[in-house]
């Protein structure tokens, strides 16, 4: 499997930025894709997951209400949108792949390489 990502750069507080992760390879006809992000000096942080098969998502608290995972089956793609970032939301973003419904790094097998997201005025 594997993720290319694209999106992120800078953007004013109150901006939005859309992030895209591209899937290719074999896949299973169950799988989940996560959105993480990393902050210097912080802990990889799992933000929001979506399944292939129904849809289903799951978001962090902090991030619930202001940003939005979305899947395009058809293009193997799958859309972080975020809304209304905040300074907090800096951080090095990745999307990943699972077998397994989760906001655990440690159960995502195959990573993409990371963008940068900077939210400063």
């Known amino acids: 499997v594997q993720l290319v990502q694209s999106g992120g750069g800078l953007v004013q507080p109150g901006g939005s930025l859309r992030l895209s992760c591209v899937v290719s390879?074999?896949?299973?006809?169950?799988?989940?894709i996560g959105w993480f992000r990393q902050a210097p000096g912080k802990e990889r942080e799992g933000i929001s997951t979506?399944?292939?098969?129904?849809?289903?998502?799951y978001y962090a608290d902090s991030v619930k209400g202001r940003f939005t995972i979305s899947r395009d089956n058809a293009k193997n793609t799958v859309y972080l949108q975020m809304n209304s970032l905040k300074p907090e939301d800096t951080a090095v973003y990745y999307c990943?792949?699972?077998?397994?419904?989760?906001?655990?790094?440690?159960?995502?097998?195959?990573w993409g390489l990371g963008t940068q997201v900077t939210v400063s005025s």
């Open positions: 990943a792949f699972s077998e397994v419904f989760s906001y655990w790094p440690a159960e995502y097998d195959y």
């Open positions: 390879g074999f896949t299973p006809d169950y799988y989940a």
């Open positions: 979506i399944l292939n098969t129904d849809g289903n998502t």
